[in-house]
């Protein structure tokens, strides 16, 4: 009898401690959103890294050093797509499976993931939990005060987008895996091997990292047209977002129904999409090391890749090390806008840009507001991107100065590595295999920080938004 009395006063205890963790789990799920995914990402980062330094996991059967392993595990769950190793050789069956993982949790974003683990603290999608998942889909959030229901995604579809996040990413990497695998087929890989590569390219496509699982990357499929198209559909559907993939399942082509959201998030990638192939063309036509050699077709289809891959995407035919020094900067400057808010892609964002050139354009034509599609884009929101932009800039400056004395090499290389592993692209000169560990950690830091965003770091670390009752004078100083 005694002896039952200690073991249900023990389990007793341990229930309530259980309880207690559990109670404070779902707390911090709700307190501070931005605050509880940034300690998400940090969390599935050294566990990733953890696994990573196993020795099951890489292909040699011994432990991977702890700066390979870290920056492995922060550019899988970033989907950042840069590698300090040769991902496909240095891997293990075991490892590879992480990556593929990895790249899937990573590409449900660091609001929308917390949102997620939430719900299944909560066991319901309460108004807290709605706010940590709209806040994906709309950064305003992130920073309190008023938001306009019209914008994005209304904070009653919450529960409804979090469905379309899971089954989009479900069913589009499905889609693109069954494309694929012909191709793969017809490539020279082998069936068994092809049911494996299949999924994970089309995993890489979608979220946008860019890994391959072979050594050769992309090069046997170079020809592959059917293939190559294949991936950069993936790319654009990874990169458009979320709430975009929502509108369109919703409102299909019925344009006018479109968020504004959706309207300037669709026609400015189209816009740099179709910008960047045109100056890639031009500026690389002539380069025997990359379009030069090619044919009128291969030159212009190539040119097209590259611009969609720059974009986030992260694969590539060419060697970009060999690329002009100004076409590295086209290519920094399309890697450093991005994609979409609330998806896979990295940059500043595409509306970003919109916004801050609709506010350029008024500002040229005298008008009191920014005004687009008949509606009107408040000052809060071009604050916002602004600020984006600053802190941006700010972060790619401090690493690329920092790296660059690290490694005394070319600024115009390091510059492209930094932005694309700030923008999460995965494109590189080659600089990054080679960096030392210091550098190591400083890219990884900066790949954290551009998957993580701006915004949500910075209202990570404020502290509650503060209302102001009173008003002080205007004096306007000079600007220009």
Same mark, same amino acid.
């Given at each position: 009898m005694a002896d039952r009395s200690v073991g249900a006063i023990v389990l007793?205890?341990?229930? %309530? +401690? %259980?309880?207690? @963790?559990?109670?404070? %789990?779902?707390? &911090?799920?709700?307190?501070?959103p931005s605050r509880f995914a940034v300690l998400?990402?940090?969390?599935?980062? &050294?566990? +990733? !890294?953890?696994?990573f330094s196993l020795p099951a996991a890489s292909a040699s059967g011994r432990a991977t050093p702890f700066a390979d392993a870290l920056f492995t595990a922060v550019s899988t769950i970033c989907v950042a797509g840069l590698a300090t190793v040769d991902m496909a050789t240095h891997w293990s069956p075991f490892g590879h499976v992480l990556i593929y993982i990895g790249v899937n949790v990573g590409a449900l974003g660091v609001l929308t993931l917390a949102s997620i683990l939430g719900l299944v603290i909560s066991k319901r999608l309460g108004l807290r939990a709605k706010l940590i998942a709209a806040g994906d889909s709309n950064p305003m959030r992130a920073h309190g005060g008023p938001v306009n229901e019209g914008q994005a995604v209304r904070l009653g579809e919450v529960g409804l987008l979090l469905r379309t996040v899971a089954l989009s990413t479900l069913v589009i990497e499905a889609g693109l895996a069954i494309l694929l695998y012909p191709s793969l087929l017809f490539g020279g890989v082998d069936p068994l091997t092809a049911l494996w590569e299949a999924p994970y390219y089309a995993a890489m496509a979608f979220t946008n990292t860019g890994f391959s699982p072979n050594a050769e990357g992309l090069q046997p499929f170079a020809q592959d047209y059917v293939m190559l198209t294949v991936l950069m559909a993936g790319v654009f559907l990874g990169s458009i977002g979320f709430p975009v993939i929502f509108t369109l399942w919703r409102h299909q082509w019925h344009v006018r129904a479109w968020s504004l959201h959706a309207k300037l998030t669709i026609i400015t990638t189209i816009i740099l999409f179709f910008t960047g192939a045109g100056v890639f063309l031009l500026l690389e036509y002539d380069n025997p090391a990359t379009f030069g050699s090619m044919e009128a077709w291969d030159t212009t289809f190539q040119a097209f890749f590259i611009s969609a891959m720059t974009r986030s995407g992260g694969f590539s035919i060419i060697d970009i090390g060999e690329m002009h020094g100004s076409s590295l900067i086209v290519g920094s400057m399309l890697m450093f806008v991005g994609g979409g808010s609330a998806s896979t892609a990295g940059g500043i964002k595409v509306t970003t840009l919109a916004v801050l050139a609709l506010a350029v354009w008024s500002e040229? #034509?005298? $008008?009191?507001?920014?005004?687009? +599609? $008949? $509606?009107?884009?408040?000052?809060? /929101?071009? $604050? /916002? @991107? &602004?600020?984006? /932009?600053?802190?941006?800039?700010?972060?790619?400056?401090?690493?690329?100065? !920092?790296?660059?004395?690290? !490694? #005394?090499?070319?600024?115009d290389e390091v510059l492209f590595d930094v932005i694309s592993g700030f923008a999460t692209v995965g494109l590189s000169t080659g600089l990054t295999a080679e960096l030392p560990d210091p550098a190591v950690y400083v890219m990884a830091l900066v790949m954290f920080m551009g998957r993580v965003g701006t915004v949500t770091l910075a209202a990570a670390v404020a502290a509650a938004s503060r209302s102001q009752l009173y008003a002080l004078p205007v004096e306007r100083p000079i600007v220009g």
């Open positions: 007793h205890r341990l229930g %309530g +401690f %259980g309880r207690s @963790a559990w109670d404070a %789990g779902r707390d &911090l799920a709700t307190a501070s998400i990402f940090s969390t599935l980062i &050294l566990v +990733f !890294t953890t696994l040229a #034509k005298g $008008r009191p507001s920014v005004q687009v +599609f $008949r $509606r009107r884009i408040p000052s809060d /929101v071009q $604050r /916002v @991107a &602004l600020s984006v /932009v600053a802190w941006s800039a700010t972060i790619v400056a401090i690493g690329t100065v !920092t790296i660059a004395q690290i !490694t #005394k090499a070319p600024v």
